[in-house]
Protein backbone atom coordinates (compact mmCIF):
# COMPACT_ATOMS: atom_id res chain seq x y z
CA UNK A 1 0.00 0.00 0.00
CA UNK A 2 1.14 3.70 -1.00
CA UNK A 3 2.34 5.34 2.05
CA UNK A 4 0.89 8.27 1.14
CA UNK A 5 -2.78 6.75 1.72
CA UNK A 6 -2.24 6.21 5.73
CA UNK A 7 0.78 8.45 6.31
CA UNK A 8 -1.66 11.10 7.42
CA UNK A 9 -3.86 9.10 9.91
CA UNK A 10 -3.19 8.11 13.06
CA UNK A 11 -4.01 3.97 13.25
CA UNK A 12 -4.96 2.37 16.42
CA UNK A 13 -5.73 -1.82 16.21
CA UNK A 14 -8.41 -2.47 18.53
CA UNK A 15 -8.63 -6.22 18.31
CA UNK A 16 -5.73 -8.53 17.92
CA UNK A 17 -4.34 -11.45 19.45
CA UNK A 18 -0.88 -12.75 20.82
CA UNK A 19 0.13 -16.22 22.30
CA UNK A 20 3.18 -17.47 23.86
CA UNK A 21 5.90 -18.50 21.15
CA UNK A 22 5.71 -22.23 22.41
CA UNK A 23 2.21 -22.78 21.90
CA UNK A 24 1.48 -19.24 18.97
CA UNK A 25 1.93 -21.42 15.74
CA UNK A 26 -0.50 -24.62 17.03
CA UNK A 27 -2.75 -21.77 18.15
CA UNK A 28 -3.02 -19.68 15.19
CA UNK A 29 -3.49 -22.97 13.36
CA UNK A 30 -6.24 -24.33 15.00
CA UNK A 31 -8.28 -20.76 14.98
CA UNK A 32 -7.86 -21.05 11.09
CA UNK A 33 -9.44 -24.28 11.12
CA UNK A 34 -11.81 -23.32 13.57
CA UNK A 35 -12.94 -20.76 10.89
CA UNK A 36 -11.55 -22.43 7.92
CA UNK A 37 -9.76 -20.06 6.97
CA UNK A 38 -6.01 -19.10 5.56
CA UNK A 39 -4.36 -17.35 8.93
CA UNK A 40 -2.07 -14.30 7.51
CA UNK A 41 0.41 -14.58 10.04
CA UNK A 42 1.80 -16.19 13.42
CA UNK A 43 0.31 -14.57 16.65
CA UNK A 44 3.25 -13.79 18.03
CA UNK A 45 3.83 -9.55 19.42
CA UNK A 46 6.98 -9.45 16.69
CA UNK A 47 4.67 -10.14 13.96
CA UNK A 48 1.86 -8.85 15.28
CA UNK A 49 4.25 -5.65 15.34
CA UNK A 50 5.78 -5.93 12.08
CA UNK A 51 2.26 -6.67 10.60
CA UNK A 52 1.03 -2.71 11.90
CA UNK A 53 4.23 -0.63 11.33
CA UNK A 54 3.36 -1.87 7.11
CA UNK A 55 0.16 1.01 8.10
CA UNK A 56 2.02 3.29 10.97
CA UNK A 57 -0.28 1.39 13.71
CA UNK A 58 1.05 3.01 17.23
CA UNK A 59 -1.05 1.02 19.59
CA UNK A 60 -2.79 -2.68 20.03
CA UNK A 61 -5.39 -4.02 21.78
CA UNK A 62 -4.30 -7.36 22.49
CA UNK A 63 -5.70 -10.04 24.27
CA UNK A 64 -6.22 -13.95 24.37
CA UNK A 65 -9.22 -16.21 25.32
CA UNK A 66 -9.44 -18.76 28.31
CA UNK A 67 -10.67 -21.96 26.72
CA UNK A 68 -10.17 -23.57 29.86
CA UNK A 69 -10.60 -22.65 33.50
CA UNK A 70 -7.07 -23.26 34.34
CA UNK A 71 -6.06 -21.25 31.68
CA UNK A 72 -6.86 -18.30 33.10
CA UNK A 73 -4.17 -17.00 35.20
CA UNK A 74 -1.21 -17.75 33.15
CA UNK A 75 -3.08 -16.00 29.81
CA UNK A 76 -3.43 -12.66 32.17
CA UNK A 77 0.20 -12.69 32.82
CA UNK A 78 1.43 -13.60 29.88
CA UNK A 79 -0.49 -10.56 28.52
CA UNK A 80 0.75 -8.60 31.14
CA UNK A 81 4.55 -8.85 30.35
CA UNK A 82 4.28 -8.30 26.95
CA UNK A 83 2.19 -4.84 27.46
CA UNK A 84 5.49 -4.54 30.33
CA UNK A 85 7.72 -5.11 27.15
CA UNK A 86 5.89 -3.35 24.23
CA UNK A 87 4.48 0.07 25.57
CA UNK A 88 2.76 0.12 22.42
CA UNK A 89 -0.08 -2.87 23.75
CA UNK A 90 -3.33 -2.22 25.33
CA UNK A 91 -4.34 -5.39 27.32
CA UNK A 92 -7.24 -7.32 28.21
CA UNK A 93 -7.17 -10.01 30.30
CA UNK A 94 -9.57 -13.10 29.88
CA UNK A 95 -11.92 -14.90 32.61
CA UNK A 96 -14.25 -17.58 31.72
CA UNK A 97 -17.91 -18.65 33.08
CA UNK A 98 -16.94 -21.75 34.95
CA UNK A 99 -13.79 -20.18 37.06
CA UNK A 100 -13.91 -20.98 40.78
CA UNK A 101 -13.56 -17.07 41.31
CA UNK A 102 -14.18 -14.62 39.12
CA UNK A 103 -13.55 -12.11 41.64
CA UNK A 104 -9.74 -13.08 41.71
CA UNK A 105 -9.43 -13.58 38.45
CA UNK A 106 -10.82 -9.32 37.41
CA UNK A 107 -8.71 -8.69 40.56
CA UNK A 108 -5.41 -10.14 38.73
CA UNK A 109 -6.48 -8.47 35.62
CA UNK A 110 -6.46 -5.10 37.07
CA UNK A 111 -3.35 -5.71 39.19
CA UNK A 112 -1.40 -6.75 36.23
CA UNK A 113 -2.38 -3.34 34.67
CA UNK A 114 -4.86 -4.49 32.19
CA UNK A 115 -7.31 -2.77 30.66
CA UNK A 116 -10.58 -5.06 30.13
CA UNK A 117 -11.37 -8.39 29.73
CA UNK A 118 -12.06 -10.36 26.69
CA UNK A 119 -14.35 -13.23 26.49
CA UNK A 120 -15.33 -15.97 23.10
CA UNK A 121 -18.65 -17.11 23.96
CA UNK A 122 -17.82 -19.72 20.65
CA UNK A 123 -14.88 -20.75 21.96
CA UNK A 124 -15.42 -21.25 25.53
CA UNK A 125 -18.61 -22.90 24.63
CA UNK A 126 -21.34 -20.89 26.71
CA UNK A 127 -24.19 -19.27 26.05
CA UNK A 128 -23.43 -15.02 26.36
CA UNK A 129 -26.20 -14.69 28.28
CA UNK A 130 -26.21 -17.69 30.76
CA UNK A 131 -26.43 -16.61 33.96
CA UNK A 132 -22.79 -18.08 34.70
CA UNK A 133 -21.89 -15.84 32.76
CA UNK A 134 -23.96 -13.06 33.99
CA UNK A 135 -22.32 -13.50 37.54
CA UNK A 136 -19.05 -12.01 35.02
CA UNK A 137 -20.85 -8.89 34.60
CA UNK A 138 -22.45 -8.24 37.59
CA UNK A 139 -18.57 -8.29 38.68
CA UNK A 140 -17.02 -5.88 35.98
CA UNK A 141 -20.38 -3.56 35.14
CA UNK A 142 -18.25 -0.80 36.80
CA UNK A 143 -14.86 -1.86 36.77
CA UNK A 144 -13.57 -3.00 33.04
CA UNK A 145 -14.96 -2.43 29.76
CA UNK A 146 -15.38 -5.86 28.02
CA UNK A 147 -14.66 -7.23 24.58
CA UNK A 148 -16.79 -9.85 23.42
CA UNK A 149 -16.67 -11.85 20.19
CA UNK A 150 -20.40 -11.73 18.88
CA UNK A 151 -21.75 -14.37 16.09
CA UNK A 152 -21.29 -17.23 13.99
CA UNK A 153 -23.98 -18.69 11.79
CA UNK A 154 -22.47 -22.04 13.12
CA UNK A 155 -23.30 -21.71 16.52
CA UNK A 156 -25.88 -19.75 19.08
CA UNK A 157 -23.64 -18.92 21.90
CA UNK A 158 -22.62 -15.55 21.21
CA UNK A 159 -25.60 -14.42 18.50
CA UNK A 160 -26.44 -10.81 18.51
CA UNK A 161 -29.75 -11.55 20.29
CA UNK A 162 -28.00 -12.45 23.54
CA UNK A 163 -25.84 -9.52 23.38
CA UNK A 164 -28.82 -7.23 23.74
CA UNK A 165 -29.91 -9.39 26.42
CA UNK A 166 -26.89 -8.74 28.05
CA UNK A 167 -27.23 -5.07 27.68
CA UNK A 168 -30.81 -5.26 28.64
CA UNK A 169 -30.04 -6.88 32.34
CA UNK A 170 -26.45 -4.45 32.77
CA UNK A 171 -26.75 -1.63 30.90
CA UNK A 172 -24.12 0.32 32.27
CA UNK A 173 -21.46 -2.71 31.06
CA UNK A 174 -19.16 -1.27 28.61
CA UNK A 175 -19.40 -3.77 25.48
CA UNK A 176 -17.30 -3.65 22.43
CA UNK A 177 -19.17 -6.07 20.30
CA UNK A 178 -16.66 -7.51 17.86
CA UNK A 179 -16.71 -8.08 14.42
CA UNK A 180 -19.59 -5.27 13.83
CA UNK A 181 -21.61 -6.75 16.56
CA UNK A 182 -22.23 -10.55 14.66
CA UNK A 183 -19.81 -12.51 12.85
CA UNK A 184 -21.65 -13.22 9.59
CA UNK A 185 -24.90 -12.32 10.93
CA UNK A 186 -24.73 -8.55 10.67
CA UNK A 187 -28.30 -8.66 9.67
CA UNK A 188 -29.46 -9.52 13.08
CA UNK A 189 -26.68 -7.09 14.77
CA UNK A 190 -28.06 -4.29 13.14
CA UNK A 191 -31.34 -5.14 14.24
CA UNK A 192 -30.91 -5.75 17.83
CA UNK A 193 -28.10 -3.88 18.49
CA UNK A 194 -27.87 -0.59 16.84
CA UNK A 195 -28.57 2.16 18.95
CA UNK A 196 -28.10 0.88 22.42
CA UNK A 197 -25.97 2.70 24.73
CA UNK A 198 -22.73 1.19 25.88
CA UNK A 199 -22.43 -0.58 23.01
CA UNK A 200 -19.41 -0.04 20.64
CA UNK A 201 -18.45 -2.18 17.46
CA UNK A 202 -14.90 -3.12 16.14
CA UNK A 203 -14.92 -3.76 12.18
CA UNK A 204 -12.47 -6.55 12.19
CA UNK A 205 -13.09 -10.01 10.67
CA UNK A 206 -16.67 -8.79 8.76
CA UNK A 207 -14.97 -6.15 5.91
CA UNK A 208 -13.52 -9.54 3.57
CA UNK A 209 -17.31 -10.90 3.87
CA UNK A 210 -19.39 -7.90 2.85
CA UNK A 211 -19.53 -5.15 0.20
CA UNK A 212 -18.12 -1.63 1.19
CA UNK A 213 -21.74 -0.38 0.88
CA UNK A 214 -23.04 -2.90 3.27
CA UNK A 215 -20.25 -2.04 5.81
CA UNK A 216 -21.01 1.72 5.32
CA UNK A 217 -24.42 1.33 5.88
CA UNK A 218 -23.29 -0.31 9.05
CA UNK A 219 -21.23 2.02 10.20
CA UNK A 220 -24.23 4.85 10.09
CA UNK A 221 -26.20 2.60 11.43
CA UNK A 222 -24.47 2.16 14.81
CA UNK A 223 -22.69 5.71 14.60
CA UNK A 224 -19.57 6.81 13.47
CA UNK A 225 -18.72 7.59 16.57
CA UNK A 226 -19.76 3.91 18.17
CA UNK A 227 -16.98 2.21 15.71
CA UNK A 228 -13.09 1.34 15.87
CA UNK A 229 -10.56 -0.39 13.58
CA UNK A 230 -9.44 -3.74 14.31
CA UNK A 231 -7.42 -6.25 12.52
CA UNK A 232 -8.24 -9.39 13.99
CA UNK A 233 -4.29 -10.29 13.64
CA UNK A 234 -3.11 -12.92 12.75
CA UNK A 235 -6.78 -13.61 10.79
CA UNK A 236 -5.86 -10.69 8.57
CA UNK A 237 -2.91 -8.59 7.64
CA UNK A 238 -2.93 -4.80 8.45
CA UNK A 239 -2.16 -3.52 5.48
CA UNK A 240 -5.46 -5.89 3.74
CA UNK A 241 -8.02 -4.81 6.14
CA UNK A 242 -6.65 -0.67 5.77
CA UNK A 243 -7.08 -0.85 2.43
CA UNK A 244 -10.66 -2.71 2.85
CA UNK A 245 -11.64 0.09 5.46
CA UNK A 246 -10.85 2.78 2.93
CA UNK A 247 -12.57 1.46 0.44
CA UNK A 248 -15.76 2.75 2.36
CA UNK A 249 -15.91 6.13 1.10
CA UNK A 250 -16.01 7.30 4.60
CA UNK A 251 -14.61 11.15 4.85
CA UNK A 252 -11.25 11.70 6.27
CA UNK A 253 -12.43 13.23 9.12
CA UNK A 254 -14.85 9.87 9.88
CA UNK A 255 -11.67 7.50 8.96
CA UNK A 256 -9.48 9.34 11.48
CA UNK A 257 -12.08 8.80 14.45
CA UNK A 258 -12.74 5.12 14.02
CA UNK A 259 -9.21 4.57 13.24
CA UNK A 260 -8.13 5.91 16.21
CA UNK A 261 -9.91 8.84 18.10
CA UNK A 262 -13.09 6.85 18.69
CA UNK A 263 -10.96 4.50 20.93
CA UNK A 264 -8.51 7.05 22.22
CA UNK A 265 -11.38 8.50 23.76
CA UNK A 266 -13.27 5.34 24.94
CA UNK A 267 -9.68 3.69 26.50
CA UNK A 268 -9.09 7.55 27.92
CA UNK A 269 -5.57 7.76 25.83
CA UNK A 270 -3.96 10.74 25.68
Known sequence: MDKEIYENYEIIDAHSHIFPEKIAENATVNIGKFYDLHMESCGISRKLIESGSSIGVTKYLVCSTATTPHQISSINSFIGRECELNPCFIGFGTTHPDSEDISADVEQIKSLGLHGVKLHPDFQKFDADSPEAFRIYEIIEDELPMLIHCGDPRYDYSAPARIANIHKNFPKLKILAAHFGGYQRWDEAEEYL???DNVK???????????????????????????????????WSHEEELGRFLALGLSQKENQLILADNFKEYMGIQ
Open 201 to 235: FDVSSSLAFMTPERAAHLVRKYGVENCFFGSDFPM
Open 194 to 196: AGL
